[in-house]
C-alpha cells in the first residue's frame, strides 16, 4: 500500500463565537462540553460548528474563559470528525484540545487531513466526491467524505492514491451578491495534493 510510506495526519481549526455551552458526561462517564460556534462568514455560507471539549479541567478553563468574555471570538485547535446521522448524511464535529480568546476572527471551520483514498466518484460539476481514510497511531481508522469542485482539480484523484486535502466546512453555494447562502453544509476541498 503506498499510504503506508506517508504519515496520516488530521487538524481541524474553528474560529468563531460560542452561542451555546452544555456540559455532557459521555457513556464512558467522562465529563466534556458540547458546544455551537457560529463560523458564518462569505467563505462559509451560513454555518454552526460543533465541537466538544473533553476532561474536566478543560472544561473548567473554557468555561471560565466563556464566562468572563461571553461574547468574545474563539479560535480553537483540535481533530475534525465526521459521522453519519440516522439519515445516512455526512456530519461535521470538532474535538478541541486548545483554545484562545480573541478580539476578532475571520469566522470558519477548517481540516487539514491526509489520507488514502478510498473511493473517487464524479459530480455534475466535473469535480469529485472522495472517501477519505485516516489512520493515525493509536486511533481508529476514521473515514471522511470530502467534495472537490471541478475548477480546484487540476487532475482526477483516483483511489489507492494518499493525498493532503486543506478545506472548509461550509455551504455548497457561499455568500452571493445578495448576502445568501444555499446548498447542503459539507468538507469541501480548497487546496489538494497527491503526495
Known amino acids: 500500500m503506498t499510504g503506508t510510506a506517508q504519515k496520516h495526519f488530521n487538524s481541524g481549526n474553528v474560529f468563531g463565537r460560542v452561542l451555546e455551552v452544555e456540559k455532557k458526561v459521555s457513556e464512558g462517564r467522562k465529563d466534556f462540553l458540547s458546544l455551537k460556534v457560529n463560523v458564518s462568514g462569505s467563505r462559509s455560507g451560513s454555518v454552526h460548528a460543533?465541537?466538544?471539549?473533553?476532561?474536566?479541567?478543560?472544561?473548567?478553563?473554557?468555561?471560565?474563559?466563556?464566562?468572563?468574555?461571553?461574547?468574545?471570538?474563539?479560535?480553537?485547535?483540535?481533530?475534525?470528525?465526521q459521522y453519519k446521522n440516522e439519515r445516512n448524511e455526512w456530519l461535521s464535529n470538532f474535538t478541541v484540545f486548545s483554545f484562545e480568546v480573541r478580539e476578532t476572527v475571520d469566522p470558519r471551520a477548517v481540516f487539514i487531513l491526509r489520507g488514502l483514498?478510498?473511493?473517487?466518484?464524479?459530480?455534475?460539476?466535473?469535480?469529485?466526491?472522495?472517501?477519505?481514510k485516516v489512520k493515525r497511531p493509536e486511533n481508529p481508522e476514521e473515514v471522511f467524505e470530502l467534495w472537490c469542485?471541478?475548477?480546484?482539480?487540476?487532475?482526477?484523484?483516483?483511489?489507492?492514491?494518499?493525498?493532503?486535502?486543506?478545506?472548509?466546512?461550509?455551504?455548497?453555494?457561499?455568500?452571493?451578491?445578495?448576502?445568501?447562502?444555499s446548498g447542503p453544509i459539507r468538507a469541501h476541498v480548497h487546496q489538494l495534493r497527491v503526495l
Open 50 to 81: 460543533y465541537c466538544r471539549i473533553w476532561g474536566a479541567e478543560a472544561c473548567v478553563d473554557f468555561l471560565a474563559a466563556h464566562r468572563t468574555s461571553p461574547g468574545a471570538a474563539f479560535y480553537m485547535r483540535g481533530f475534525y470528525g
Open 149 to 181: 469542485g471541478g475548477e480546484l482539480l487540476l487532475d482526477e484523484v483516483r483511489p489507492g492514491q494518499f493525498i493532503e486535502a486543506k478545506g472548509y466546512v461550509r455551504q455548497a453555494e457561499t455568500e452571493d451578491e445578495f448576502g445568501g447562502s
Open 117 to 132: 483514498v478510498d473511493i473517487a466518484s464524479g459530480t455534475k460539476d466535473g469535480g469529485q466526491r472522495l472517501l477519505l
